[in-house]
């Protein structure tokens, strides 16, 4: 926990859009070609989820039922920032976001091989 940094989280109403962004918190944190870079989330009383995931080597991008066509997620490489435009939001997209770092390249929903994230950005879709 803490390699990774989110920002970007906040109060939209429903319909509305934000972007979520992802960095490491370090200059020294290398994300290798066969890392896959992911978002997740958790909501009250609730587990963590998959959301969105990236392969960093070939840009390949995952999503969940729920999110897709909806939730956008990219990269760039020169960066080493990952990101996340939600469009669209509905209340039950509120949670707190999370950042995280798959080195393990595979198992792309699997949380388990995630070994690094942040402190995560709280999202919160209200009228």
């Known amino acids: 926990q803490g390699q990774l940094v989110e920002s970007g989280g906040g109060l939209v109403q429903p319909g509305g859009s934000l972007s979520l962004s992802c960095t490491p918190s370090?200059?020294?944190?290398?994300?290798?070609?066969?890392?896959?870079m992911a978002w997740f989330r958790q909501a009250p009383g609730s587990e963590r989820e998959f959301v969105a995931a990236?392969?960093?080597?070939?840009?390949?991008?995952y999503y969940s039922d729920s999110v897709r066509g909806r939730f956008t997620i990219s990269r760039v490489a020169a960066e080493n920032a990952v990101y996340l435009q939600m469009n669209d939001l509905k209340t039950e997209d509120k949670a707190v976001y999370y950042c995280?770092?798959?080195?393990?390249?595979?198992?792309?929903?699997?949380?388990?091989?995630?070994?690094?994230w942040g402190q995560g950005t709280q999202v919160t879709v209200s009228s």
């Open positions: 370090q200059s020294t944190f290398v994300i290798y070609s066969n890392y896959i």
């Open positions: 995280e770092c798959n080195p393990s390249g595979y198992s792309v929903y699997d949380e388990s091989k995630y070994e690094y």
């Open positions: 990236v392969t960093w080597r070939n840009n390949k991008k």
